[in-house]
C-alpha cells in the first residue's frame, strides 16, 4: 500500500463534471489500494475573479483581507470533492488549512510553509477516509489565513507530501508533462520524461509556469519526487527528481520565454564606487527585485547601467530611479516596456561548449538583436523585442533539436 498526494489545478477542477472526473480518478487510485490526499486548486478563473473584486474595492486592499477573500476558491472545491466522493459511496473528509494546520509565516501574499502537521489526517488515514485539502491556503502563528502566491497549489502539494513522507506527488494539470517549451506556442514540442530539480527550478523561474518555483525548491529539499500529468487521459508524465547521468547528455532540455519584465536605462552614471549601491539600494528598500543587469565599459569616467524590473513594478521602479538619477548626477533615465527574455536551460551545458553561439547565431539568423545577456552554469537568457517572442522561441526550440524523437544527444 502506497501513500499519495494528488494535486488537481484550476482547469481539472473547473465545472462540477470536471471534479466528478477528478473523483473516478482519486476513487480508482484508493481501490487499487492507496492511501489518498487531496490537494485541490480553486476552480480555473475564479483566483482571477476574486482578485478583481478585491480591486474594485481599492486598488491597494490590505494584504490580510486578501488572503481571507482569494482563498476561498479553494474552499469550495474541497467541499464539492468530498460530497463528490461520498455520494459515491467513499469516506472522504475537506480539511481547511488553519484545521490541519498548515502553517505558514506571516507574509501575506506570498506565505512560506513553516509545517504542516499530520496527525489528524494520519487517523483519518488508518479509518480509510480519502482527505481533500485546499492548495494556496495557509494559517499563520497568530491564526490569521494566509496565501502562498499564484500557482501556489503546487507547493501546498509538495509540502503535504513532504510532511507525510508520501510515495509519491502527483500534480495533476491540462498537460501530460513538462515539456521541452510552452506546447501552446511550439505544438512540436515534446514531453520531458524526466528533469532535474535545478533544471525544472530554472525553467519554472525563467517563465514555465507549469510548476511554481516555490514546489520545486520544497521537493528539491526534501526529496520528493514530483509526476506531472494529465487528468484528461493515463500518459505517463514527467519526472522531476535528482540529476542523473542520463540528464547531462542533454545538451539543452528545454527553451522558455517571460514578457512579465521591463527595461530600463540609466545614462552617463558616473563610474565610480558606490553609485550602484545607491541606485539599487532605493529600489530594493521598495520592495522591487531586480532581475539582470548589465554595466557598460566605462567612457571619460561615465558608464550607462541597464537593469529589468517586474512589468508589474515598472512604473513604479521608473519613478524611483528617476528619483535617484538626479542624485547621482547620471544624465537620463530610458525605459522599455516591449521586452520579452528567452531562455535555455539543461545541465549538459555544464560540460558543452559553444552552446551560447549557437544561441546568438540563430537569434541573429532571423534578424533579432540581443540586448542583453545573463548566464548560470545550466541556462543561458537573452533580452529581446517582445515582438519577436514567439519567433525566438521556436527557432530556439528547433535549432537544439527538442521537436519530436528528434532531442540533441552527444553520443555516449
Ligand atoms: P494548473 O491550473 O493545473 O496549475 P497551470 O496553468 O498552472 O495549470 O500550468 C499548466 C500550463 O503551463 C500548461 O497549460 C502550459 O500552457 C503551461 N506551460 C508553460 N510552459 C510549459 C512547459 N514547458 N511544459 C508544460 N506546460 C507548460
Ligand atoms: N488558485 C490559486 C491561483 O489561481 C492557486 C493555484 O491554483 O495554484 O493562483
Ligand atoms: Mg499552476
Redesign the pocket.
Known sequence: MALVVQ??????VGSIERIQNVARRVAKAYDEGNDIVVVL?AM?GETNKLVALANEICEFPSEREYDVLVSTGEQVTIALLSMCLQSMGYKAKSYTAAQIPIRTDSAHTRARISSIDDQRVREDLRNGTIIVVPGFQGVDPEGNLTTLGR?G??TSAVAVAAALKADVCE?????D????????IVPE?SK?EKISYDEMLE?ASL??????IRSVEFAKKYGVVIH?RS?FNDNPG?LVMKEDPEMEAVLVA?V?YNKDEAKISVMRVPDKPGIAAQLFTSLSQSNVTVDMIIQNVSHDGFTDMTFTVPHGDYKKAMKIVEGTATGIGASEVKGDEHIAKVSIVGVGMRSHSGVASQMFACLAQEGINVHMISTSEIKISCIIDSKYTELAVRVLHESFGLSGEDVQQETL
Do not use: C, W
Request: a neutral charge; hydrophobic letters at 30%; charged letters at 15%.
Open positions: 494535486k488537481y489545478g484550476g482547469t481539472s486548486s480555473s500557482g497549489s503546487d500534480i495533476f494539470t491540462d498537460v508533462g513538462v515539456y521541452t517549451t510552452d506546447p501552446r514540442a520531458i525553467m517563465g514555465a509556469k507549469v510548476l511554481q506531472v487528468s514527467t528545454g522558455t
